[in-house]
């Protein structure tokens, strides 16, 4: 049979079929199709969704910028001269080329490289070379009309110090996209909103972003993939824990009571699972003994969709930036922050614990290697089958870490609005 | 300490068509409007390698070519961004119909 250009086939995921036991399975072609990866970025980042993009505080001064994502568009998150943010699509309206090739500064306006076409902080455009042409010739046509060349607009929300962005112009507001119970727990893990920034870490992971939120949504492998919990006693068996999806798998939050009294040392049961010698030592024992700074001996970690994940492990606090790049790439950006009210010890505990985390973490290094090597199993057989029953094979929420409830609530409301 | 310097005569000059001049290290250009003249610097303080004299003249208004910064030709204020500053300003005098500045 002849197939010309004209009879171009069906976009291969659209004639994919989710598998029979939809709930509890997971097929692995969704993560190496480069045409539903394109379909995701459509439906999750550049859609009706919030996306994080900064910090206020990395944007103190009028005309201070920072680069960011919105899935696989660049942002720049700019504060403008009335003490406003403003996000615009780092891409110029005249022939696309990125405005803006410097991750941060302080400007007046931008100015492309290209053609040197020039915006204000709004992204208004303001001037453009030889608008009237030059010696007599060229120019643009004398119905050219600038104000409606200014680059893209997002839609921007701020609160305690977090700066969200969408492209969607049918988003709802922040307040209902997070839901109640995320948003109680944004206003818990950022306090008073006057956040200090502490540093970064950026890693590169070879492997699709759902493989690091499904990582980011899965208390089951903590005890297990992570010996470093086991062996200094950060996660023990007889904390109380709850995994709760919300809004239909949406958002998801993993919730764990401990005591600062006992971190640092081991149960009997928590002794019999460490796989590592017990007689590795710690040279600073600081970096396993958090302070309970909210004041409810809670460590909640929680997942907000699209791209963003709160971490708090102990007294390291930051967000993790998920950034899609391609199917099979995902940037993993992380902003470890604390208070500006942090007396120096504070300070110091912070910096400290943050070694368990980012690229090179005691712990965090785990989950980038496990997915860097998953991948390309994942990409060898696409019509493999993942199995998710851990918990049972509903999506409730539960009491327990050893569960998958929240993977397989974040794959419903993937289902639904994917159409899948 | 500051001259006078020669531009040229005021009937060899032409309305909208400025007369760039450079004394020393200063580019100023010199603009004919009705039987006045006036002088103001000529690089644009948004992009300082572009000069004002290769824009477009309206009236009393002088329009950068790059990104249409306007400024006043009698006073060399800046009228609207991108440009911010002012350019400075030169005093002019017309004897037997010679345009001088002062630089």
Same mark, same amino acid.
């Given at each position: 049979m002849n197939t010309t250009v004209s009879e171009a086939p069906v976009s291969t995921w659209q004639a994919r079929r989710w598998p029979q036991e939809r709930e509890a399975r997971i097929p692995a072609w969704i993560y190496s199709d480069p045409l539903l990866f394109q379909r995701e970025m459509e439906v999750f980042h550049h859609g009706p969704t919030w996306n994080f993009v900064g910090l206020e505080c990395e944007v103190p001064a009028a005309g201070a910028y920072k680069r960011s994502w919105v899935g696989t568009k660049s942002v720049l998150m700019v504060r403008d001269e009335e003490g406003g943010i403003q996000v615009l699509e780092n891409r110029c309206a005249h022939r696309g080329a990125p405005i803006c090739w410097e991750n941060k500064g302080v400007v007046k306006d931008f100015t492309c490289p290209?053609?040197?076409?020039n915006y204000d902080l709004c992204g208004n455009l303001q001037g453009l070379p030889f608008l009237r042409g030059a010696m007599g010739k060229g120019g643009?046509? #004398? %119905? $050219? #009309?600038? %104000?409606?060349?200014?680059l893209r607009r997002l839609r921007v929300a701020t609160r305690r110090g977090l700066v969200w962005a969408t492209f969607g112009d049918a988003t709802p507001d922040l307040e209902s996209y997070m839901g109640e119970e995320i948003l109680a727990l944004l206003d818990r893990t950022l306090g008073s909103g006057r956040l200090r920034l502490l540093g970064y870490n950026r890693q590169l992971l070879p492997c699709n972003w759902k493989l690091y939120l499904e990582n980011s949504r899965d208390p089951y492998h903590a005890t297990l993939l992570h010996s470093f919990f086991l062996t200094f006693g950060l996660l023990r068996t007889d904390t109380a824990f709850r995994a709760v999806p919300t809004l239909g798998g949406r958002h998801a939050i993993m919730a764990s009571t401990y005591s600062a009294a006992t971190a640092g040392t081991q149960n009997e049961v928590t002794k019999q699972l460490a796989s590592l010698k017990t007689d590795f030592v710690l040279q600073d024992m600081d970096v396993v003994k958090p302070v309970d700074? $909210?004041? %409810?001996?809670s460590m909640i970690n929680f997942s907000v969709l699209p791209s963003v994940f709160f971490q708090q492990h102990g007294n390291s606090l930051a967000i993790r930036h998920i950034i899609p790049k391609s199917e099979s790439s995902t940037e993993l950006s992380w902003t470890h922050y604390g208070f500006a009210e942090d007396d120096p010890a504070m300070h110091e505990r912070r910096i400290k614990q943050a070694n368990l985390m980012g690229p090179a973490g005691y712990v965090a290094v785990d989950d980038s290697e496990v997915l860097a090597q998953m991948q390309p199993v994942a990409e060898s057989a696409p019509d493999s089958v993942q199995v998710v029953e851990m918990g049972g094979r509903d999506v409730a929420a539960q009491e327990t870490m050893v569960t998958e409830a929240l993977i397989r609530g974040f794959y419903a409301y993937y289902r639904e609005k994917m159409g899948l | 300490m500051s001259q006078w310097h020669r531009a040229a005569s005021l009937d060899e000059m032409q309305e909208g068509e400025p007369l760039a001049m450079q004394v020393g290290e200063v580019a100023l250009a010199v603009y004919k409007l009705g039987c006045e003249a006036h002088a103001i610097g000529d690089l644009c303080p948004h992009q300082k390698d572009v000069k004002l004299s290769d824009g477009f003249v309206d009236g009393d208004v002088v329009e950068c070519p790059m990104h249409q910064s306007c400024f006043d030709i009698r006073t060399g204020k800046v009228m609207g961004p991108p440009a911010r500053e002012d350019v400075p300003s030169y005093p002019v005098k017309i004897e037997d119909g010679v345009v001088y500045v002062e630089v």
């Amino acid at each position: 049979m002849n197939t010309t250009v004209s009879e171009a086939p069906v976009s291969t995921w659209q004639a994919r079929r989710w598998p029979q036991e939809r709930e509890a399975r997971i097929p692995a072609w969704i993560y190496s199709d480069p045409l539903l990866f394109q379909r995701e970025m459509e439906v999750f980042h550049h859609g009706p969704t919030w996306n994080f993009v900064g910090l206020e505080c990395e944007v103190p001064a009028a005309g201070a910028y920072k680069r960011s994502w919105v899935g696989t568009k660049s942002v720049l998150m700019v504060r403008d001269e009335e003490g406003g943010i403003q996000v615009l699509e780092n891409r110029c309206a005249h022939r696309g080329a990125p405005i803006c090739w410097e991750n941060k500064g302080v400007v007046k306006d931008f100015t492309c490289p290209y053609h040197h076409w020039n915006y204000d902080l709004c992204g208004n455009l303001q001037g453009l070379p030889f608008l009237r042409g030059a010696m007599g010739k060229g120019g643009m046509p #004398r %119905d $050219f #009309r600038k %104000d409606q060349h200014g680059l893209r607009r997002l839609r921007v929300a701020t609160r305690r110090g977090l700066v969200w962005a969408t492209f969607g112009d049918a988003t709802p507001d922040l307040e209902s996209y997070m839901g109640e119970e995320i948003l109680a727990l944004l206003d818990r893990t950022l306090g008073s909103g006057r956040l200090r920034l502490l540093g970064y870490n950026r890693q590169l992971l070879p492997c699709n972003w759902k493989l690091y939120l499904e990582n980011s949504r899965d208390p089951y492998h903590a005890t297990l993939l992570h010996s470093f919990f086991l062996t200094f006693g950060l996660l023990r068996t007889d904390t109380a824990f709850r995994a709760v999806p919300t809004l239909g798998g949406r958002h998801a939050i993993m919730a764990s009571t401990y005591s600062a009294a006992t971190a640092g040392t081991q149960n009997e049961v928590t002794k019999q699972l460490a796989s590592l010698k017990t007689d590795f030592v710690l040279q600073d024992m600081d970096v396993v003994k958090p302070v309970d700074e $909210f004041g %409810d001996s809670s460590m909640i970690n929680f997942s907000v969709l699209p791209s963003v994940f709160f971490q708090q492990h102990g007294n390291s606090l930051a967000i993790r930036h998920i950034i899609p790049k391609s199917e099979s790439s995902t940037e993993l950006s992380w902003t470890h922050y604390g208070f500006a009210e942090d007396d120096p010890a504070m300070h110091e505990r912070r910096i400290k614990q943050a070694n368990l985390m980012g690229p090179a973490g005691y712990v965090a290094v785990d989950d980038s290697e496990v997915l860097a090597q998953m991948q390309p199993v994942a990409e060898s057989a696409p019509d493999s089958v993942q199995v998710v029953e851990m918990g049972g094979r509903d999506v409730a929420a539960q009491e327990t870490m050893v569960t998958e409830a929240l993977i397989r609530g974040f794959y419903a409301y993937y289902r639904e609005k994917m159409g899948l | 300490m500051s001259q006078w310097h020669r531009a040229a005569s005021l009937d060899e000059m032409q309305e909208g068509e400025p007369l760039a001049m450079q004394v020393g290290e200063v580019a100023l250009a010199v603009y004919k409007l009705g039987c006045e003249a006036h002088a103001i610097g000529d690089l644009c303080p948004h992009q300082k390698d572009v000069k004002l004299s290769d824009g477009f003249v309206d009236g009393d208004v002088v329009e950068c070519p790059m990104h249409q910064s306007c400024f006043d030709i009698r006073t060399g204020k800046v009228m609207g961004p991108p440009a911010r500053e002012d350019v400075p300003s030169y005093p002019v005098k017309i004897e037997d119909g010679v345009v001088y500045v002062e630089v």
